[in-house]
């Protein structure tokens, strides 16, 4: 099993990054100067220097330029490539294979582990050129190295034009989560950008230091170096600069007490959320010192004095979390990504935020025809902007009653309620909150109500290799005791099912049943569902096949609902227009590729009136949610009256920042989608005779098969998670794994059968070299859920897989 890459950081090694804010502003020399005074400072100490990748010919490389005038200092290269060019030119006009970016951090990765474990000591990772010089792959050095999110120590420029390169190279780190713990360049007499910059970082609480040019160029060798010599001697001498070292120690002891300290302190000011203080202990609280791709970067310190405790300066003092539960189902693309940094970043300089009243800005516009295009449902033509899941689902609950009031004349009185699901949570506001049903969520909470009814149904999952729809007990008689299917694929063949007794028997019962609620004189406003998966309810994988019939049955009998009013503002005879009740779709978990397609209304094979997006909208970079409708419920809204308006909004509504980045973000998942960046996945799980290869390439016949249900977890370990003793059932959908406990006492939110496994994941393991790795997850009762990205790789779910089956 392979080690994931994550930041360095230990007590015994003091490691810096040296980056340039442009080509030939002397990195090397700052880093023979940096080392040698080290090595000065503390003679008995270790001092390294790294040099991952170097162009040009070997006798000038910069690892041996420090080797010869600073002695005692280990000096490294991990890629030498001839030609003194770019090293991605480079890389490509060498007979040596090119280094993939995992490559060269895995060796920086390897080489400082091993210096920690010699013993107390400083290093020095020098890059090549300006800090957005590409790497071997070509990518940005700022973007390659960021996993190890190294402190930097910035080179500026001192010629004419350095001031703007130098800032523009910090800001550049900054927006890159980069930590400049100081900057360094040549003082020039003529152009003096020491004193601006000096200035400059001198407000960012950044300590600088200029220092002078090195000597001219003597004419022989032998006279050059010894006049080289001399300079780094001179210079490495200075108490300007052995004060520059004792501040980066200072730095650097200050990190890692704050890390050490953070959870004490956490405890004493914070109130978590779905958390019972009294259960919470500084011991319990994750460290998250960073975060890249699909991992946390967390402390491993104890947070308190332990008996018989001897900390191991060499440890290291962060490691690689998984992010399990995907930030709480947010993060899609990548911690960190920076193209959507980037997006925030330009949003944020170009408009910080706007009212948006009656008024409009490109992201939000460019937004709503994005999302509308990508959900592809001929019914909706409306986007209404607000800042997070709950507040959206408000106002689709809104939109819902407010169409279902006016087309069936009630009052505004009226007791008007919502049809759902069992298991459904829709947030944590006061009104969603009464669209679900009694729970442990909702139970002590003044005010809650719970207006509606809600179903059972049958349930998905996988138990002793099998795919069944389980239906429970009370419903057999009605729904029968459920089966059996070959696949995944086949249970979401919904519109072949509903042809069949298991279609007509669930179509019998949801008419029943709603013919006794109307007896009751009970009225209805909307239909509102989690498509495919419940998911604060636990995870549960709801039969598609009842929920398209639940849809079927609502719409087409708009008789049990009411009569009809005369005075209506929807559009008669068109195609979108909504019948029963307004059908609304929370796909604030599961929409947005989550489940493997653009809309998980699309595994039921129905467009619903209203739909709620959040989540992966933004990728895990700010928060934002899109409710969408169609126009005859932006009707019903639609008058001379200023109170009859959705008088709905937030101060933060349609932020320019949410919006750029979620435009961006949608981008990348539906070229990710059209690109076939995820066929390694489902070539896995979707029907052989839907495959060919062709030149040596694996095709995907995916117009033969648009029904292919697939998961980036593999068939082989679902099937043997399904197997173990110790599971009741499992699910796997596009990025979601949901494992089942078997719990005696029946299971349920309040359940611990879960624990146990959670505890051993994010215990974690030992990779090949270097720090532990865990698992950082979320459990729902006696269920465990996982989630990866949408950018994870085939081998980082393996290996996630692999330390799943070894914690059962």
Request: hydrophobic share 35%.
């Amino acid at each position: 099993m392979s080690q994931p890459i994550g930041s360095l950081l230990w007590r015994s090694l003091r490691a810096y990054q040296v980056y340039g804010a442009n080509t030939d502003v002397g990195k090397t020399i700052f880093s023979t100067i940096l080392a040698k005074a080290s090595k000065k400072r503390r003679p008995a100490e270790n001092v390294w220097f790294l040099k991952p990748v170097s162009t040009g010919p070997l006798d000038e490389a910069d690892d041996r330029h420090v080797s010869r005038f600073a002695q005692g200092v280990s000096t490294h290269c991990l890629h030498q490539f001839e030609k003194p060019i770019s090293p991605h030119l480079a890389a490509l006009s060498s007979a040596q294979e090119t280094p993939s970016d995992s490559k060269v951090l895995r060796g920086i990765r390897d080489h400082f582990v091993e210096c920690a474990q010699a013993g107390p000591g400083f290093a020095i990772l020098e890059t090549a050129g300006g800090v957005h010089s590409p790497g071997p792959s070509g990518a940005s050095q700022a973007d390659l190295y960021r996993p190890l999110r190294l402190p930097v120590v910035l080179i500026a420029d001192s010629r004419l034009g350095g001031i703007s390169s130098s800032i523009s190279a910090y800001e550049s780190l900054r927006i890159r989560g980069y930590d400049v713990a100081s900057v360094m360049l040549f003082h020039d007499a003529v152009y003096q950008n020491d004193d601006y910059l000096r200035t400059y970082f001198d407000k960012q609480n950044i300590p600088s230091l200029s220092l002078p040019f090195p000597p001219e160029r003597k004419e022989s060798l032998l006279e050059d170096e010894k006049s080289l010599a001399t300079y780094y001697e001179d210079v490495s001498s200075l108490p300007s600069m052995q004060d520059l070292l004792s501040r980066l120690d200072e730095q650097h002891e200050n990190r890692i007490n704050r890390l050490q300290s953070m959870p004490s302190r956490a405890l004493e000011c914070i109130w978590y959320p779905f958390t019972q203080h009294q259960l919470l202990s500084p011991e319990r609280i994750t460290t998250i010192d960073s975060a890249s791709g699909d991992f946390f970067q967390t402390s491993t310190l104890p947070v308190k004095a332990i008996d018989n405790y001897t900390e191991d300066s060499s440890a290291p003092l962060l490691k690689p979390s998984f992010d399990g539960s995907a930030s709480w189902w947010t993060q899609g693309l990548g911690h960190a990504n920076p193209e959507l940094v980037l997006a925030a970043a330009y949003a944020a300089g170009r408009y910080g935020h706007v009212m948006f009243a009656e008024a409009v800005h490109e992201p939000a516009l460019s937004l709503a025809e994005m999302v509308l295009k990508y959900l592809n449902n001929p019914r909706m033509s409306r986007v209404f902007y607000t800042d997070n899941g709950s507040a959206g689902a408000e106002v689709a609950i809104k939109m819902g009653l407010r169409a279902a009031r006016l087309r069936y004349g009630w009052s505004p009185s009226d007791n008007i309620e919502i049809i759902g699901l069992q298991g459904s949570y829709h947030g944590d506001t006061m009104g969603v909150m009464d669209c679900a049903e009694p729970s442990v969520y909702n139970e002590k909470v003044e005010w809650y109500q719970g207006r509606g009814f809600w179903f059972d149904y049958p349930k998905i999952k996988m138990a002793n290799g099998s795919w069944v729809v389980e239906v429970p007990e009370n419903l057999q008689q009605a729904l029968g005791s459920g089966g059996v299917h070959s696949s995944l694929t086949d249970i979401f063949d919904v519109e072949r099912r509903e042809h069949g007794e298991e279609g007509q028997r669930y179509q019998q019962y949801i008419i029943d049943t709603l013919e006794k609620l109307q007896k009751q004189g009970r009225k209805f406003g909307a239909l509102v569902m989690e498509p495919v998966i419940l998911g604060a309810g636990g995870m549960l994988f709801a039969d598609p096949l009842f929920q398209r019939m639940l849809v079927r049955v609502v719409r087409e009998n708009p008789e049990l609902f009411g009569t009809r009013s005369n005075e209506t503002t929807t559009i008669e005879g068109t195609s979108n227009d909504w019948s029963g009740l307004p059908v609304i779709f929370d796909e604030v978990f599961t929409g947005f590729y989550r489940l493997g397609r653009a809309s998980s209304s699309a595994f039921l094979g129905v467009h619903p009136d209203v739909s709620i997006h959040a989540k992966l909208l933004t990728g895990g970079v700010v928060p934002l949610c899109v409710t969408v409708a169609s126009e005859p419920i932006f009707n019903a809204f639609d008058s001379a009256e200023k109170t009859d308006a959705l008088l709905h909004g937030h101060s933060y509504t349609a932020h320019p920042i949410g919006c750029k980045v979620a435009e961006k973000s949608l981008q990348t998942m539906n070229e990710l989608d059209k690109t076939g960046h995820w066929d390694v996945f489902k070539l896995d799980w979707i029907a052989p005779s839907n495959i060919e290869a062709e030149s040596g390439d694996i095709k995907l016949h995916t117009e033969e098969c648009p029904t292919g249900v697939w998961s980036v977890w593999s068939k082989d370990f679902v099937t043997s998670l399904s197997l173990h003793d110790k599971v009741r059932g499992v699910f796997a959908i596009g990025s979601v794994l949901a494992i089942e406990l078997q719990d005696p006492s029946g299971g349920g939110y309040t359940s611990t059968a879960s624990k146990e496994l959670q505890s051993a994941l994010m215990t974690g393991t030992l990779g090949d070299a270097g720090p532990r790795w865990d698992i950082h997850c979320r459990v729902l009762g006696n269920v465990l859920y996982l989630m990866a990205s949408q950018m994870s790789t085939p081998e980082t779910v393996r290996e996630i897989e692999a330390l799943v089956r070894a914690s059962l």
